[in-house]
């Protein structure tokens, strides 16, 4: 029990870590979980959508921003999937595209 404040909340897993970084990537307006629902990993008690961890693979499935370079995009989250998870395949699929924000 921790003394006189908050409890440390538990490191992030993997999975949890990759779809932070993807979400902050520009460009990325959301992860995706697939047209079934099928892309994702499960934790004890949560599910990541959009993000599968295999063994030497990283499946990211993203919704774009309308009016991105999308190419680009999955380009910078592949870049950026493949510096946190060294030696995995990664594999980018945008599913869909939003809105901008603020837009009409």
């Known amino acids: 029990m ?3 404040g908050a ?13 932070a970084a993807v979400l902050a990537v520009p460009g990325v307006a959301a992860l995706h979980p ?10 004890p ?15 990211v499935h ?3 921003v309308f009016g ?6 999955a380009a910078a989250v592949r870049a950026t999937v493949g510096r ?9 699929t945008v599913e869909d595209v939003a809105p901008a924000a603020g837009a009409r």
């Open 7 to 19: 409890a440390t909340p538990p490191p992030l897993e993997p999975a949890e870590r990759l779809a």
């Open 2 to 4: 921790s003394q006189g």
């Open 84 to 92: 946190l998870h060294p030696g995995a395949e990664v594999n980018v």
């Open 68 to 73: 991105v370079a999308v190419r680009d995009t």
């Open 62 to 64: 993203i919704i774009v």
């Open 34 to 43: 697939g047209m079934f629902g099928e892309v994702g990993t499960y934790l």
């Open 45 to 59: 008690g949560r599910r990541v959508a959009g993000i599968r961890v295999a063994d030497h693979a990283v499946d």
